[in-house]
């Protein structure tokens, strides 16, 4: 992928947060790229480093948050060099962010009309009779019905999914260039998830946005991202495309989130297959590789070593020692 056409582009991101019983390592050499148009998923576990990958863009990490290696570039803005006055110019502008959970991230004190205006109005050079108009179209846009009514409405008035379509309602005030999607539709019902998911593929063509989706369910992304980022204890451990993450999965970790998942196809009563153990100690993390613990086909050289990425494809990679193995096999064979 060349350079001038990447809209983000994050080399070997480092992060780390002190707390009173230690560093904890939360981002540990992460690269990810993204051109504009395209919607990228980052999955894994809770607790892996997708939201804090995502903060880290924004800088809205905690304060004992630090980033300590490498750096984003988002736009043209070197985002890891910018002061927080600047920042502020793009925040909500440029990049906006849907949250977990639109109950606690809504103000509750505030009208759903009062919280869209303050973003236009800070944002641009509208004047309130525009930022009422404006507010009213967002609504409309995100497919709230009677949108004057809603104007007035407080947070707890609306169902969750009329809450989650009033953040990214906030979150397109401005036309962004970048949309982060942190787990949109946790806590909503499938029926509901599936309408959140067709809304903002719908925005992404109709405003010609790209799209950071944050989950740790590989379902929701397959229909919606054209590349797939597996994050587990801070590091990408397989990058692709889509197909070729879902066809062709060549890190363990990948390979059993996979196998969680229900497959329609399946026969009935077929259990599903979790993935054994427990997510790394990130105050202790492994010397080698982080997923060696859980791994069914560990190597000494997985719990010795950090395992560099080896390249499968054009744009897909995965940091495996199995694949580094392979291919010494194959250069082997060859010879």
């Keep these: 992928m060349e350079k001038e056409n990447m809209l983000l582009d994050i080399q070997n991101l480092k992060l780390s947060f002190t707390t009173p019983a230690g560093e904890v390592k939360a981002l540990n050499d992460v690269s990810v790229s993204l051109k504009q148009g395209d919607v990228l998923g980052i999955v894994g576990e809770s607790g892996s480093g997708k939201s804090v990958t995502a903060f880290s863009l ?7 948050g630090k980033v300590i ?10 985002i890891t060099e910018m002061s927080e006055k600047e920042m502020r110019t793009i925040r909500g502008k440029e990049v906006s962010i849907i949250f977990q959970d639109p109950m606690t991230s809504l103000n509750p004190v505030y009208t759903i009309g009062n919280q869209i205006k303050e973003v236009i109005l800070l944002h641009t050079k509208a004047t309130k009779k525009e930022a009422q108009a404006r507010a009213v179209e967002l609504l409309q846009l995100v497919g709230i019905n009677e949108p004057k ?8 008035e609306l169902s969750g999914g009329m809450r989650q379509r009033v953040m990214i309602a906030i979150a397109l005030a401005c036309e962004p260039k970048l949309l982060i999607a942190d787990e949109p539709t946790t806590a909503l019902d499938v029926t509901i998830q599936a309408q959140i998911l ?8 109709k405003l010609g946005m790209s799209i950071i989706m944050i989950t740790h369910d590989l379902g929701v992304v397959a229909s919606m991202c054209d590349k797939i980022a597996v994050m587990y204890a801070g590091k990408i451990v397989e990058y692709g495309e889509t197909n070729e993450i879902f066809y062709h999965p060549k890190h363990e970790y990948t390979k059993g989130l996979l196998n969680s998942i229900p497959r329609l196809d399946a026969e009935s009563h077929t259990k599903l297959v979790p993935i054994e153990g427990t997510p790394v100690d990130m105050l202790n993390p492994p010397a080698g590789c982080p997923f060696a613990p859980r791994c069914k086909n560990c190597m000494k050289v997985c719990l010795r070593e950090i395992p560099p990425y080896t390249s499968i494809k054009e744009d897909h ?6 694949l580094q193995k392979e291919e010494f096999e194959k250069k082997g064979g060859e010879q």
């Design 149 to 156: 009514k809603r104007m007035k409405q407080y947070p707890h």
């Design 198 to 205: 067709e809304l903002m593929m719908e925005l992404k063509d």
């Design 69 to 78: 290696g490498g750096k984003t570039v988002f736009n043209g803005h070197t």
């Design 58 to 64: 924004m800088r809205l990490t905690p304060s004992n």
């Design 317 to 322: 990679y995965s940091a495996c020692w199995l």
